[in-house]
């Protein structure tokens, strides 16, 4: 046989018998890849994120759909569906319809039951809010700074304020629900006050 043939043959033995060894220490290179770039692998995150039981969540029928190899192999090197699978996912979650509650609700708001603990519960809720306005102050506050800054690059200083922004907006709306979920805890203490 030839030199060059001989050499392929020993390359493709070589990497066949290495590849093999990778795939049994899995372990070892979770570990290489956690030192190395300071977070999990992407195999090892389709683990972490994989969902956990929660009581207060509504449950949802999680739609099935048929996963090839490549699409194991394709979420296991990018951390993401494949797009054929991304694709088969909307359609199967289009076609199903989920009841989603209108608010999330805490295991300590389900157990109060007299008006003291209703109350208790209204005025965390406005401490939040307050607690979410001061930080949508923040952020407007950062936006006027950066928008006065001259040293940012237009690049630079659309994206910081457009984030501030997106944060003031954000706060704004989690102090409006918090707010809500104190004026329902009120009327839960008066309609509790009542019987």
Request: hydrophobic share 40%; charged share 15%.
């Amino acid at each position: 046989m030839k030199t060059s043939v001989k050499s392929i043959l020993i390359s493709s033995i070589l990497a066949i018998v290495t590849s093999s060894s990778m795939v049994a220490q899995t372990g070892q290179f979770d570990q290489w890849s956690r030192a190395k770039y300071g977070r999990p692998s992407p195999a090892e995150q389709i683990g972490l994120n994989a969902p956990q039981a929660n009581p207060v969540a509504p449950v949802t029928a999680q739609p099935t759909i048929a996963v090839t190899q490549f699409d194991e192999w394709y979420r296991a090197k990018y951390g993401r569906p494949s797009p054929a699978e991304q694709q088969s996912l909307q359609i199967a979650q289009r076609n199903t319809v989920v009841a989603q509650p209108t608010v999330a609700v805490s295991a300590v708001d389900l157990a109060a039951n007299t008006p003291a603990e209703h109350e208790r519960i209204a005025q965390n809720y406005r401490n939040q809010a307050q607690d979410y306005l001061a930080q949508a102050k923040q952020h407007e506050a950062m936006v006027a700074v950066y928008k006065a800054n001259p040293s940012l690059t237009a690049k630079n200083q659309a994206g910081t304020i457009n984030h501030c922004e997106y944060f003031v907006a954000k706060f704004n709306e989690m102090a409006a629900k918090s707010q809500e979920l104190a004026e329902l805890h009120d009327q839960m203490a008066k309609n509790a006050a009542k019987n």
